[in-house]
């Protein structure tokens, strides 16, 4: 399956998928990878991998529609079949994200429902929660809640701080968005 990343940062998930595609039995190949943010780390870790690269900075569009037309056209000029969202900091509209309908996914560092949105970690230990993990979804037109694919668990331990949760979740996160892929690709989730 023809699968895309979008990007805005460090690009840590996107060097797991990487990783995984290696693998010959992996259902899924990565063509492209979408950055909103020039600097994104995660540019140079698909360059590296001889990935194609696209560069749409969301600033000159006057609305978020203009800015997702024209990721829908980078996508769609590739052939692109699945987008992985990793780390992309953009909100996308309705019109998208019914483009992509069933054909997107996200990772997001919690066990959604709960603690949708930024600052996850922050929120996750003033809550005083006792585990929290990783979740991979489909995205949907509504931020952080469109059906869920697959979560992994980790421990919250005392003395956490964000930094050392982010890092035990990041860590489960390399490992789910990888499965995740393959139970979509294979069939094995859907969105209801
Ligand atoms: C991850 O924690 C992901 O769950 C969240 O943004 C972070 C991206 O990290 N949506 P990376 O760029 O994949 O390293």
């Known amino acids: 399956m023809r699968t895309a990343v979008l990007i805005s940062g460090r690009g840590s998930n996107l060097k797991s998928l990487i ?22 780390g995660g540019l140079q870790i698909a360059r590296d991998a001889g990935i194609a690269t696209k560069i749409i900075p969301h600033k000159p569009f006057p609305s978020r529609e203009a800015f997702d037309a024209e990721i829908d ?14 780390g992309f900091m953009r909100i996308h509209s309705a019109w998208f994200a019914k483009q992509w309908e069933g054909r997107i996914l ?27 993990g990783a979740t991979v979804h489909f995205l949907t037109a509504e931020l ?6 697959a979560q992994r ?34 069939g094995i989730a859907a969105p209801s």
């Open 19 to 40: 990783a995984a595609s290696a693998d010959p039995t992996f259902p899924a190949e990565i063509v492209l990878v979408v950055s909103n943010v020039e600097t994104a």
């Open 73 to 86: 056209r980078a996508l769609r000029d590739a052939s692109v079949q699945l987008v992985c969202e990793a």
């Open 106 to 132: 996200n990772i997001h560092p919690s066990l959604l429902p709960k603690f949708p949105g930024v600052r996850v970690h922050e929120q996750v230990l003033a809550a005083g929660e006792t585990e929290s």
């Open 144 to 149: 952080d809640s469109g059906p869920i694919v």
């Open 153 to 186: 668990k980790v421990p919250v331990l005392p003395g956490d701080t964000p930094e050392t949760l982010a890092a035990r979740v990041l860590a489960v996160e390399h490992e789910l968005y990888p499965e995740a892929v393959r139970m979509v690709v294979e």
